[in-house]
T-cell receptor, first 116, second 111 residues
Framework: DTGVSQDPRHKITKRGQNVTFRCDPI?????LYWYRQTLGQGPEFLTY????????KSRLLSDRFSAERPKGSFSTLEIQRTEQGDSAMYLC??????????????FGPGTRLLVL | DQQVKQNSPSLSVQEGRISILNCDYT??????FLWYKKYPAEGPTFLIS?????DKNEDGRFTVFLNKSAKHLSLHIVPSQPGDSAVYFC??????????FGTGTRLQVFP
């Protein structure tokens, strides 16, 4: 049984470039979340999917950010025209949601982005 | 507005002793609380959780206590081991499904 995987683990890019990150959730998990963590802070929610439907987006998610989960399995997070303020650890989590139950989210190793 | 607060940025404990990490929250709609452990350059690892219908949950060396009236929870680690040295995050969720995290407490367990 594999956990949540993320690719790449590290990304260095120049300001203005586009980047795309991938997340593969735990098999059979129907929910997938994206968070962002900066130094000295806890992870902050960005967006999440239930199957292929994107159910919520944070106000933190500017128009330059887009996320997809086309077949309800893996997800991609794209940042267009990157800015230095986008430098952070991008974390993906997945959970098995059943209506009425408490769900536990399990995190991947993260993708560390540095925008020069 | 920080809805989940971990007021101690760091804690140092001797091996074998008890570690107590604290967390306060402000949103009375939170009904599920989780603790995660994080090593540098890795994602958070789930440790233990508690529902608001309980006041205590144990899993091996880890126990979480919830005081709803005080909006306070704590994580007890007994006995502490050097491998427990990491950053610990408290998180909460309620009528929305996203997790709200505190800023973390760095625990150092020394011999």
């Amino acid at each position: 049984d594999t956990g949540v995987s993320q690719d790449p683990r590290h990304k260095i890019t120049k300001r203005g470039q586009n980047v795309t990150f991938r997340c593969d959730p735990i098999s059979e998990h129907n929910r997938l979340y994206w968070y962002r963590q900066t130094l000295g802070q806890g992870p902050e929610f960005l967006t999440y999917f239930q199957n292929e439907a994107q159910l919520e987006k944070s106000r933190l998610l500017s128009d330059r950010f887009s996320a997809e989960r086309p077949k309800g399995s893996f997800s991609t997070l794209e940042i267009q025209r990157t800015e230095q303020g986008d430098s952070a650890m991008y974390l993906c989590a997945s959970s098995s949601f059943l209506s009425g139950d408490q769900e536990t989210q399990y995190f991947g190793p993260g993708t560390r982005l540095l925008v020069l | 507005d920080q809805q989940v607060k971990q007021n101690s940025p760091s804690l140092s404990v001797q091996e074998g002793r008890i570690s107590i990490l604290n967390c306060d929250y402000t949103n009375s709609m939170f009904d599920y609380f989780l603790w995660y452990k994080k090593y540098p350059a890795e994602g958070p690892t789930f440790l233990i959780s508690i529902s608001s219908i309980k006041d205590k949950n144990e899993d091996g060396r880890f126990t979480v206590f919830l005081n709803k009236s005080a909006k306070h929870l704590s994580l007890h680690i007994v006995p502490s081991q050097p491998g427990d040295s990491a950053v610990y995050f408290c998180a909460a969720t309620g009528n929305t499904d996203k997790l709200i995290f505190g800023t973390g407490t760095r625990l150092q367990v020394f011999p």
